[in-house]
């Protein structure tokens, strides 16, 4: 019997998420949670059940949960009041079957792997981490919690990407470069240096062009 789990949203990136899931095959989506959403709505055939506190009667009928909420730091927020509220509650990891994962490599709890994305050799990708289509992060590299990559974005070896960091679509960081804690790297952006926390940068080669609070809108 597959297991049962929850996936918390019902925009567009959960739509997403919903259709990794299935393709994938591993999990039931026993529904979703969105409080901005009426109880019996549909979402690609997921019903919306309610917000959050629908776990409090339910919580032994899943067996994990997805938060599928694009905006890095609203994900943070979701998953640490689901941790303190329900301590039990497991996370689960969403690989889409046409991604690759490389021999070593290390996908955290609550990270989506999208269609195309490839995550090479001895890569460690981080908690609730969103990887769309078509990005790949290549051998040794290590990769924060709560950091998205836009589609077609790449990396080179043994990069390094702090927590929260938002890589836009088609931007590249070569070999060996360091992103701090709380970034954006712009679209099309080429990392050539290390950019420090707090900051977005984009640009070929990519500039730092200001600094940026945690918590920042950055889309």
């Given amino acids: 019997m597959s297991k049962r789990i929850i996936i918390f949203g019902a925009g567009g990136h959960a739509k997403t998420v919903v259709d990794t899931v299935e ?22 055939g997921c019903t919306v059940l309610g917000s959050e506190d629908w776990l409090e009667s339910h919580a032994d009928t899943i067996d994990g949960a997805i938060v599928a909420i694009g905006d890095n730091w609203t994900r943070g927020l979701v998953v640490h009041s689901l941790k303190r509220r329900f301590p039990e509650l497991a996370f689960a990891t969403a690989i889409h079957p ?26 460690i990708i981080g908690e609730h981490d969103i990887l769309y289509p078509n990005t790949s992060v290549d051998h040794d590299s290590r990769i924060g919690s709560f950091v998205s990559f836009a589609p077609r974005c790449a990396t080179g070896g043994n990069v390094t990407i702090g927590d929260y960091t938002a890589i836009a679509i088609g931007a590249v960081l070569i070999h060996g470069r360091t992103v701090g804690d709380h970034c954006v790297i712009g679209a099309g952006a080429t990392v050539v240096s290390d950019v420090p926390a707090h900051t977005v940068a984009y640009g070929t080669p990519a500039r730092i062009i200001r600094s940026r609070a945690s918590g920042d809108r950055y889309l």
């Fill in 23 to 44: 393709k994938e095959g591993v999990y039931e989506i026993a529904g979703l949670l969105d409080q901005r959403l009426s109880i019996g709505e549909q979402v690609y």
């Fill in 98 to 123: 046409s991604a690759q994962i490389a021999r070593g490599a290390r996908i955290g709890a609550g990270s989506v792997i999208m269609a195309g994305a490839v995550v090479n050799s001895d890569a």
